[in-house]
């Protein structure tokens, strides 16, 4: 009970007198607690009480200064200068621009047709051809790698990013199965791989050997 309550309603039933009422009731809220209200404080600080560190900003002597300046222009350990520099794992290509011309290829092959048709595959589905070191001829993945870049970021293969798995000296080029042909025989045609490239899908492995 707060120290601002004043008024008080009893409702009580005869027998019980006026008098028995009240006297009861005054004896019942005297062993009530009074609660003291506390004040209030806004939750953020004003301008004459703002935050400030516990501590005071370190000082630092000319000395210091001189020292960190010093440090900074020695020239690195020679044998870190001689370290070549590590190459990235994995190298991704950015996808064509979708508002380039893409080329329409003619239909599918009878190969690529039962394929298509045997796995259920939608035409705007994403599959990668899998190109490995073995495939790159005397250029090397590098090479490759370099020349698929161009081709992708001018548009001559539709739908495609590339990435490149370093590790396991293989190349993946993402394509819509509706381009997967076309896209492999340019591959093997221009790019003049040897061997077989492989077509995979996710979920279901390899598809298509070319």
């Not at 010093?70 to 508002?99: F, G, N, V, Y």
Request: hydrophobic share 35%; proline share 7%.
């Amino acid at each position: 009970m707060s120290q601002d309550a004043k008024d008080v309603s009893v409702c009580f039933r005869p027998p019980l007198k006026d008098t028995d009422a009240l006297l009861l009731t005054h004896r019942v809220l005297q062993e009530f607690p009074i609660r003291v209200q506390p004040q209030f404080r806004p939750w953020f600080p004003s301008a004459s009480d703002a935050l400030k560190p516990l501590k005071p900003a370190p000082l630092i002597s000319s000395e210091d200064l001189q020292s960190v300046s010093l440090h900074l222009e020695e020239p690195a350990d020679a044998s870190d200068q001689r370290r070549p520099a590590e190459r990235p794992k994995r190298s991704w290509c950015a996808i064509a621009d979708r508002r380039a011309p893409q080329k329409i290829t003619r239909s599918f092959s009878r190969l690529f047709q039962k394929t298509v048709e045997k796995h259920a595959l939608h035409l705007r589905q994403r599959v990668k051809w899998v190109v490995c070191e073995r495939n790159c001829g005397p250029r090397g993945m590098e090479e490759l790698w370099l020349d698929l870049n161009r081709a992708i970021r001018r548009s001559r293969l539709p739908t495609c990013n590339a990435n490149y798995q370093r590790a396991l000296a293989q190349i993946w080029l993402y394509c819509d199965v509706f381009y997967s042909e076309y896209i492999g025989n340019l591959l093997k045609q221009e790019f003049q791989l040897s061997g077989q490239i492989t077509l995979t899908c996710h979920r279901l492995g390899d598809i298509v050997k070319l």
